[in-house]
């Protein structure tokens, strides 16, 4: 938990999602889905910070709920009123990833249409 707040202080968001993954992998706590879910917000993510933290509140028990429902949906205000399922974000990144290899390859104009 200590290396990927530390991580979120120093705004490598990418190494601080995965140390809260690890964490939560190996220690399945909420507080590292909390955690996730603002360095994914933080990280201009939203829509993954969405999911994440519905998946926090998704426990009834969650502690600071109140907190994690606002922080929601201030989050959503930045989706344009969209919601998103797993899958979009999936095929958003496989897109995106298409787009890149086609601008490395100098296929310009297949980058644009992969975006």
Known sequence: MDE?????????????????????????????????????????????????????????DAPRADEARQTLEETRSHLGGRTYTTADIVEAKRLIDEGSTAYREGRYQDAIEEV
């Open 4 to 60: 990927g707040l530390k991580l979120l202080m120093a705004r490598k968001y990418d190494a601080a999602i995965a140390k809260f993954q690890e964490g939560y992998r190996l220690y399945p706590s909420q507080a590292f889905v909390l955690n996730e879910a603002a360095a994914l917000r933080d990280s201009g993510r939203y829509a993954e910070a969405t999911l994440a933290y519905e998946r926090y509140l998704a426990d009834p």
